[in-house]
Structure formats: structure tokens, C-alpha cells
């Protein structure tokens, strides 16, 4: 089947640009995740989405970062006035939701590369 | 303060050499320690979950072992196929997000 996609795979944009980031879960999958893996460095976590219940948004590193998830199942993440300090591989996970067998599955992930 | 260390950072390895790789953790109640394989440019890929002291789990030539201070992946009689990062995440009793470690980055030579 179908595993977690992201759009786009790449990204090149200017300091101070804003930009969107795509993840489509798994079909089924309640529970979808951001993460974040910067060069050198282990995987980050950003934002969890459960439901209909409110987002944790407690990993997001500034108020210049965002992310909705509509008719629970595409994600978007946004990033206003991007920096330099931005670039980095975002990534998305699902799962099928918190249950004992929540393995998270990834997507391939967005490379961000803010000039 | 760091839950997730993973050593070595990196570890090269002849064919058929086999060796292993150490996850330590710090966490208050462990809900489960997560195995992933990334190769360059792509996501993780799913490896195994370990969820009590003394749980081992195996696929082809990796076996997972879990104590409750450390986790160990072991590669057996390793293949050039097997050269990529291995990441050790750990969920805390009572949370959703995974905590990961900086990876080991396996390379193994024919």
C-alpha cells in the first residue's frame, strides 16, 4: 500500500520567503507527526496531530512556524520569514494512533535549504 | 538533557563482520525503544520495537536486544546492503512523541 508522502522533495528559497510543506499519512493512520533533522544531528520533534483533538505544538521552535491538518489527514507546515537557520530535512510520520502498536512511519521528507 | 546516545557515531565493517551497535537511555518510564534504518536522502524505515527488559527481536541478519538502561542492534555476517544510519528512538510511559538519538552510520565494505 500507500506509504506517507511529502511535497515537495526539495525546496530552495530566500531568507524572509515563507513556505508550505505537504505531508499526505497513511490512509487510516489518526495520528500524524513533524519532525525535524537538521545535518549531524538526530530527529526533532515539532508538532503532533491526534484526531480531532488540539495539536501539540510544544516542539516548534518559534511563533514563525505553523502547521494545520485538514479533515484529518493532509498536513501542511508552514514557515514564515524563513532563515538560514530553517534548512534542514523535514520530516513527516503517522501512525494508526496511540495504541500499543504505534510505529511511526515515515515519509521520504523535504529538504529545505534557505540561501 | 540528553534521553537518547547512541555509540559508535560511526562504524566501519568488513563483509561478514559482525558487530553491534548500543542505544543507552534515560527515561522515567519506558512506553517502548524504536529501531529505524535511514539510508541517504530518504526517511526512516521501521526496523523493530522493544518494549521490556529482555525483549529480543530479529529480522535477517539484525537482532535487537533491550536491558533497562540500553539497547543493542546486532548485525551478523553484515553485508554491503546493510551500509546506512541506524537510529534509536525511545517513547516515555504516557507520551506520544519519539525522543531520537544522533545515529550510528554503518558502512560496510565487500
Known amino acids: 500500500g500507500a506509504g506517507v508522502s511529502q511535497s515537495p522533495s526539495n525546496k530552495v528559497t530566500e531568507k524572509g520567503k515563507d513556505v508550505e510543506l505537504r505531508c499526505d499519512p497513511i490512509s487510516g493512520h489518526t495520528a500524524l507527526y513533524w519532525y525535524r533533522q537538521s545535518l549531524g544531528q538526530g530527529l526533532e520533534f515539532l508538532i503532533y496531530f491526534q484526531g480531532n483533538s488540539a495539536p501539540d505544538k510544544s516542539g516548534l521552535p518559534s511563533d514563525r512556524f505553523s502547521a494545520e491538518r485538514t479533515g484529518g489527514s493532509v498536513s501542511t507546515l508552514t514557515i514564515q520569514r524563513t532563515q538560514q537557520e530553517d534548512s534542514a530535512v523535514y520530516l513527516c510520520a503517522s501512525t494508526r494512533g496511540f495504541s500499543r502498536s504505534n510505529e511511526q512511519f515515515f515519509g521520504p521528507g523535504t529538504r529545505l535549504t534557505v540561501l | 538533557e540528553d534521553q537518547v546516545t547512541q555509540s559508535p557515531e560511526a562504524l566501519r565493517l568488513q563483509e561478514g563482520e559482525s558487530s553491534s551497535l548500543n542505544c543507552s537511555y534515560t527515561?522515567?518510564?519506558?512506553?517502548?525503544l524504536f529501531w529505524y534504518r535511514q539510508d541517504p536522502g530518504k526517511g526512516p524505515e521501521f526496523l523493530f520495537t522493544l518494549y521490556s527488559a529482555g525483549e529480543e527481536k530479529e529480522k535477517e541478519r539484525l537482532k535487537a536486544t533491550l536491558t533497562k538502561k540500553e539497547s543493542f542492534l546486532h548485525i551478523t555476517a553484515p553485508k554491503p546492503e546493510d551500509s546506512a544510519t541506524y537510529l534509536c528512538a525511545v517513547q516515555e510511559l504516557g507520551d506520544y512523541k519519539l525522543s531520537f538519538g544522533a545515529g550510528t552510520t554503518v558502512t560496510v565494505r565487500a
Open positions: 527515561v522515567s518510564g519506558l512506553r517502548g
